[in-house]
């Protein structure tokens, strides 16, 4: 029990937050500018704040762990800063310097360390976002930003255990087109999938797996999290189109399995493919990947009032291989041979 955050047991994802908060400014002109960390308190915004109008925002998530030998970790959080920066360039906003980016992160969790759980599968999410300040009511790019970062202590992802979820194949409903932002971190493109998920929820499912937007064919992304298909010993993952994340887990799921001697297609995959797939048993794992739950897998798709069963709705072997091989090198329990752990 800590006086902190409660019984972790009890941690549900984003509801409980760390003491402090990072914040500083951005004016044309100015620059960057009064950066500080103050405690964690409601910001006093003007209702005609472009952000509220014209959704100027764009945000990141990452995890701060502690090892069993105290170190406090942080998986590849350069990567976020510069997914930040791609994020913030497509949406007209300033770019934040990597440096101001790292150092905020090492300066703010440090002194909230006591906020992170230790018990296995814990972790202290980390959530920096960059959002549009100036007040006025015009369709244009703003000229004052306010870049956050808040901490969130959270309890293990898999509240059942590490077991299969099943997912709702969403063949009307669109969250994101080629061109548009759907390959950007920024709440439209969430605000977007709401409607998928609530349907997805009210029939029983878990999350919505995303078709393409222009002939509902090809499989795009589920929910909050990239997907793996594994045919044999062969993954297939939905290629790069503009239409969906580049996921710093799925880049690392990537690097793992070519590291391991697995062949990665980064291709078109149609659901037509993948259901064809599930009812030969030739598609023998299907997984999400993501910062908050890592690995997920999955052991059922459900399309147009039919249900496909995937490794007879068990975790696969391939999949809990990633799931425990991230799982060590974020925990700092191996060896990182790719230089990923970032250490506070």
Same mark, same amino acid.
């Given at each position: 029990m800590s006086a902190l955050?409660? %019984?972790? #047991?009890?941690?549900?994802? $984003?509801? @409980?937050f760390a003491e402090h908060m990072y914040t500083i400014k951005y004016s044309e002109g100015q620059g960057w500018h009064d950066g500080k960390?103050?405690?964690?308190a409601p910001f006093l915004m003007d209702p005609a704040s472009a952000v509220f109008h014209y959704a100027q925002e764009v945000f990141e998530g990452l995890k701060a762990y502690q090892a069993e030998d105290g170190r406090i970790l942080l998986f590849r959080p350069e990567q976020n800063a510069r997914r930040l920066n791609r994020s913030a360039a497509k949406l007209c906003m300033p770019e934040l310097p990597e440096e101001i980016f790292l150092n905020a992160l090492r300066e703010l969790i440090l002194l909230d360390r006591d906020w992170i759980p230790a018990a296995p599968?814990? +972790?202290l999410y980390v959530r920096p976002t960059l959002i549009a300040t100036e007040a006025f009511l015009g369709v244009d790019a703003s000229k004052e930003y306010l870049f956050f970062i808040i901490l969130s202590p959270v309890g293990a992802y898999f509240k059942a255990g590490f077991n299969p979820v099943s997912i709702y194949v969403e063949d009307q409903l669109v969250r994101a087109a080629v061109g548009g932002v759907? %390959?950007? @971190?920024?709440?439209g493109n969430y605000a977007a999938s709401l409607l998928g998920g609530y349907r997805a929820e009210k029939k029983g499912f878990s999350q919505v797996l995303w078709l393409d937007a222009k002939e509902h064919k090809y499989v795009e992304e589920v929910g909050a999290m990239n997907v793996f298909f594994v045919f044999g010993d062969k993954i297939v993952t939905p290629m790069l189109t503009? +239409?969906?994340?580049? $996921?710093?887990? !799925?880049d690392s799921v990537i !690097?793992? #399995? !070519?590291?391991? $001697?697995?062949?990665?297609?980064e291709r078109r995959i149609s659901i037509d493919e993948v259901l064809d797939g599930a009812k030969t048993q030739k598609l023998t794992e299907v997984f999400g990947s993501g910062t908050a739950a890592v690995i997920s897998p999955v052991g059922l798709l459900h399309y147009k009032d039919t249900n496909y069963y995937i490794n007879d709705n068990q975790v696969g072997k391939i999949t809990k291989g990633f799931y425990d091989r991230l799982i060590d090198i974020q925990y700092g329990k191996v060896e990182d041979k790719f230089g990923w752990s970032y250490q506070l």
């Open positions: 955050y409660g %019984d972790t #047991a009890e941690l549900v994802f $984003g509801t @409980k960390i103050e405690k964690y599968g814990t +972790s759907g %390959d950007i @971190k920024t709440g503009g +239409s969906i994340l580049p $996921g710093i887990t !799925r !690097r793992l #399995a !070519r590291e391991m $001697g697995i062949e990665v297609e």
